[in-house]
């Protein structure tokens, strides 16, 4: 089984952060982009090459 990630990106609270395996950073790009776009919200994505994850935040 894969590791969910429109879920978690939807029971965000605004200044939550979450952390995803590297390898998922086109799927979480993508999810945050539709979720954003569907139920208003912003999150700011970014990768950080050290722990190999992708980070999100919500921001609105």
């Given amino acids: 089984m ?3 990630i429109s879920g978690p990106l939807r ?3 605004i200044g939550q952060t979450i952390a ?10 993508s999810a945050a982009s539709g979720i954003s776009m ?6 700011m994505v970014r990768s950080d ?3 190999r994850t992708v980070i999100v935040k919500r921001e609105k």
């Avoid at 995803?20 to 790009?29: A, G, N």
Wanted: aromatic letters at 8%; hydrophobic letters at 30%.
């Fill in 38 to 43: 569907s139920l208003d919200r912003k999150y």
């Fill in 49 to 51: 090459r050290d722990t």
């Fill in 2 to 4: 894969g590791i969910k």
């Fill in 20 to 29: 995803f395996p590297m390898e998922k950073i086109l799927s979480v790009r």
């Fill in 11 to 13: 029971n965000m609270e």
